[in-house]
DNA sequence: CCACCATGAAGAAACGATTCAGTGAATCGA
DNA sequence: TCGATTCACTGAATCGTTTCTTCATGGTGG
C-alpha cells in the first residue's frame, strides 16, 4: 500500500483537495464548518496521512530544513554539544538540521553556503569551534544566518558567544572568595577574544577585591598541555609564587598539574587550580579533579537555533544581535584554601 | 535577477526543455546532434543555470540526502570524526548530511526513522557512539541502511566496526617486541564488544609469543580514569607486578599514570603502558605521552557513507556485510625495554 | 517510388502538494 | 422580493523538473 496522498484524504472525506490542504495547515481566515473539518480530520487519521514535504517544499519555497555550516567539526570535543543543542531545537521543532564542514577554507566555505542555498535552506547556523571573529561568507547575505561561537567583523548579524569575561570573574571571584590573594594565571599567548575576555575578568575580579595587578603573575603560553606546564612552572618558580592558578584552559591546568607535582606543590593544599572549559575528558578525571568554568556550547547551540527558527518564522524579538552566554563555575576539588 | 529555469535555458539555446533535461542529465540511450548539445550547455553555463533540487526530487523520488541517526552524539568527542568521516564522503558525492540523534531511546529511534523517511532519504546511517551489538529500528527495514559502529543481533545489514582483536594484538605485539614478558591488562569490567575483543588480542598476542596467559595479570575495573587508577594499582601492587600494562582506553591509561605515580614507578623507565582510543585530548598530553591504538572514527564514518552510497546508486560490490576497520598504534612515549 | 525505420527533438503528462479565482447557495438589508 | 454579500467549498493553475509519447524528417532497401 503506497502513502496516502491529499486526494486520497479528500476522496474519502467527500470534498475537495483544497479543502484538505486548507484544514490540515490550519490556514486562517478560512472558514471551514466544524463537522467537515472533523470528516478531514478522522479521514486523514484514518488513512495515516501526512503531506510530501517535498512537494510541499515546491510549492511554497521551503524546507523545514537549516544548514549548520561548520570549518572544523573534528578536533574538538566541543563540536558535538553545540551540533546537539541546535538539532534538538530544531527537530523539536520539525526542522532538520544538515551538516557541512568546510575545513575552514574560504573558498570552499562559500561554495558550500551556494550549495545550501541551492537547496533552499530557510536558514544557517555559521559555527566556528573556538570563540573567533570572522568575516561571514558573502553568500550568506541571502539566508537567514546566525553565527555560533563567532562575531562578526562587519554588519551585525546575530551571534552568540560565551561570556568570557564574566566566566573568568567568578573563576577568580571563587580562588578570592578562598582566601587568596596572589594568583596566577596562565594564559594563551594568541590574540583570540576568549584571552582578552578571560584577562579581562581576571583583572576585574582583582581590582574588585582590592588586590593590585601583577603583570608577573600573568604567563603567556601555547594554549595547550605543554604550554601549561610551562606557564606554571614560570610562575610556581618565582621568589614569591602564587597561591593559586587561573588556566586559561584545562588543557592548561593538566600541564600545570604535572608542573605542582614536579615542584612539590600539593592540590589544593599548597596551590588552588581553576580551568575553563569543563572538558568531560579531563577535568572529571584529573586527580584532584579540577574545579572550572564550562563553556556552554550545547546551550549555545540550542540558542542560535532557537534564535534561527525565530527569524525564518519571523517572530518580531527585537533585541541586540549578541548574545554572551553565561558559563557557570563547576565546582570540583581543586581549590581550597591558601597555606598556612 | 531571479533564478533561471530550465526553460529559460531551453529558450535561449533555442530547443525544448526536455533537450535541456536530456542533455544536462547525461540520459543514455537518448542521442541529441553535437552542435546541440554544445548549444544547451552554452546556454546553461551563461545563465548559470543549475536545476532546482526540490523540483528534481519531487519527480525522481530521490533527495541525495543521506540521514544520520545516532545514539548519543554528545558525551564522546568521537561522534565529531565519525561524522565528519561520513559527511565528507556524502559532501564529495554530492550528497547531504542531515543530522538527528534520539538520545538511545527507542521509541524515538523508530519515530526519528520514520520522519525521515518521510523526508525521503536516500538512505541512512544509523551509528552508536561505542562498538555495540544492537537491535535496529524496524523502519530502517524499508530503506538502505548501514551500520556504524554496531553489529546488528539479526539480519546481515551492512555493518563496520573497529578490529578490537587486532589493534589489542598489536598493542600487545609492541610490549613484547620491547622485551616484556609480564604484561598486565587493565581492562574493562562491563561485558561491551570492545573488551572481549581486546581481551582477545591480549591473550592471543601473549600465545604467539609463547607466553602463557596468567589470569591474575588482568584487572577488570570501570572504563574510566579511576577504574584504571584501581586496576593499576591492584596490579602493581602484586608481589610480582607486570613490567608493563595494556590498558583497555586511554582513560583508564590516564588512572594508571596517576597509579604509577603514587607508586613510584616511572613512566617508561619502571613500566611501560599503552592505552587504547588515541584521545587527542589525553594521549598527547599526558607525561610521557601515551603510545595508544588509535580508533579510527573517521574512517569508519567514510567507509559507511561510501559503502550506503554505493547501496544508494546500485553498485554490486558483493561482499560480507560486516568490515573490521584496522586500528592502527600511535608510537609515544610511554614504551620502553623492561626494568633491569 | 513507396513503405519503413532510425534519428533528433518537442509537447505534454506526471510528481504531490498549495493557492488563486470562482461558484452555487444561503443570508441580509432595504 | 431582489440585488448584494457572505459562506463553504471546489476546479484548475502552479511550483520546476523528468520522462513518456509523439512527430517530422530524411535516408534506405526493395
Redesign the interface.
Known amino acids: 500500500m503506497p502513502r496516502p496522498r491529499i486526494k486520497d484524504v479528500a476522496a474519502l472525506a467527500g470534498v475537495g483537495t483544497t479543502t484538505v490542504s486548507v484544514v490540515l495547515n490550519n490556514v486562517d481566515g478560512v472558514r471551514v464548518t466544524a463537522e467537515t473539518r472533523q470528516r478531514i480530520l478522522d479521514a486523514a487519521q484514518e488513512l495515516g496521512y ?1 503531506s ?4 510541499r ?2 510549492r511554497t519555497r521551503r ?1 523545514r ?1 537549516i544548514g ?1 555550516v561548520s570549518d572544523v ?5 566541543f ?3 553545540m ?2 543543542g541546535a ?2 531545537v530544531a ?1 523539536r521543532a520539525g526542522y ?6 568546510t575545513g575552514g577554507d574560504r573558498e570552499v566555505q562559500e561554495k558550500t553556503v551556494r550549495e545550501l542555498l ?3 535552506v530557510d536558514g544557517v547556523l555559521f559555527a566556528v569551534m573556538y570563540h573567533q571573529e570572522i568575516e561571514v561568507p558573502s553568500a550568506l547575505a541571502t539566508v537567514k544566518t546566525v553565527l555560533l561561537d563567532a562575531r562578526p567583523t562587519d554588519g551585525a548579524l546575530p551571534h552568540v558567544v560565551p561570556d568570557e569575561h564574566e566566566g573568568a570573574l567568578t573563576a577568580v571571584g571563587e580562588l578570592i572568595g578562598a582566601g587568596h590573594r596572589r594568583i596566577g594565571f596562565a594564559t594563551e599567548s594568541l590574540p583570540v577574544p576568549a584571552a582578552s575576555g578571560r584577562l579581562g575578568g581576571y583583572t576585574r575580579a582583582l581590582e574588585a577585591a582590592g588586590i593590585p595587578f601583577e603583570p608577573g603573575l600573568v604567563a603567556a603560553e601555547h594554549g ?2 605543554p604550554g601549561g ?1 610551562r606557564a606554571a612552572r614560570r610562575l610556581l618558580e618565582l621568589p614569591e609564587p602564587p597561591t593559586a592558578i587561573f588556566c586559561y584552559n584545562d ?1 592548561m591546568a ?2 600545570c598539574y ?1 608542573a605542582a ?1 614536579e615542584l612539590g606543590f600539593a592540590i589544593p593544599a599548597d596551590l588552588s587550580v581553576v580551568g575553563y572549559d569543563d ?4 577535568a ?2 584529573l ?1 584532584p579533579a579540577l574545579t572550572t568554568v564550562a563553556l556552554p556550547h ?1 546551550e549555545m547551540g540550542a540558542w542560535a537555533a532557537r534564535r534561527l527558527l525565530d527569524l525564518i518564522e519571523d517572530e518580531p524579538r527585537e533585541e541586540a544581535p549578541g548574545h554572551l552566554m553565561p558559563c557557570p563555575l563547576i565546582r570540583r576539588d581543586s581549590v581550597g584554601p591558601p597555606p598556612r
Open positions: 501526512s510530501d514535504p517535498i512537494a517544499s515546491l524546507t530544513t549548520f567539526i573534528a578536533t574538538t570535543p563540536a558535538g554539544r551540533i546537539q538539532q534538538e527537530w532538520l538540521l544538515v551538516l557541512v564542514n541551492k537547496r533552499q595547550d598541555t606546564y588543557r593538566m600541564g604535572r607535582a572538558q568531560d575528558l579531563i572529571p578525571a586527580f550545547y
